[in-house]
């Protein structure tokens, strides 16, 4: 499936709420390959979501495994119209976004998450996340509702250049 080019602020999709899948079709299922190609040659990407990739669809996939901040790490997951059915134990941390690539942020969230949605074979799943995965699945959760980490942050105070490491 090909890689699509990641879209960047100000694009009008990334900030409008993205529309129910509802059935998982071929279509569907090309959607899953693509946010998964697309994340797997980004740099540091544990998550994207499909507005992301100028798709206004619920969609998103996550894979924090190897990061040095993951606990909980599913592997990679791709979900449809996902729902979050609870969320506890906010913290603050640091996070970047693809879509806005300049900047990061402090962004208090949830550190205990269970999200359910649509899998790419049309079959429910429920994932039970906590900490740098929890973080992740929030941040794609707020692609699909038109919310960047940006409108997370508590003020101008919080938001920072991002570093570049080399």
């Known amino acids: 499936m090909p890689v699509r080019p990641v879209l960047t602020l100000p694009a009008p999709v990334l900030v409008a709420p993205a529309q129910p899948v509802g059935v998982v ?36 996939v996550v894979d924090v495994t190897g990061h040095r901040k993951a606990r909980s790490c599913h592997g990679v997951f791709v979900l449809f119209d996902p729902v979050v059915e609870r969320a506890s134990d906010p913290s603050a941390a640091r996070e970047g976004c693809m879509s806005v690539p300049d900047l990061t942020g402090d962004v208090v969230r949830a550190s205990r998450v269970v999200v359910s949605g649509l899998d790419p074979d049309g079959e429910r799943r429920t994932f ?26 508590a003020g101008p105070h919080a938001v920072f250049p991002r570093k570049v490491y080399r």
């Not at 039970?128 to 942050?153: K, P, S």
């Open 128 to 153: 039970e996340v906590d900490a740098f995965e929890a973080r992740a699945v929030l941040h794609e959760v707020d692609h699909l509702d038109g919310l960047l980490f940006l409108d997370r942050v």
């Open 25 to 60: 079709d071929r279509r569907a299922r090309e959607l899953a390959a693509d946010l998964v190609d697309t994340m797997r040659v980004s740099p540091g990407c544990v998550g994207l979501a499909a507005p992301q990739i100028g798709v206004g669809l619920r969609a998103f």
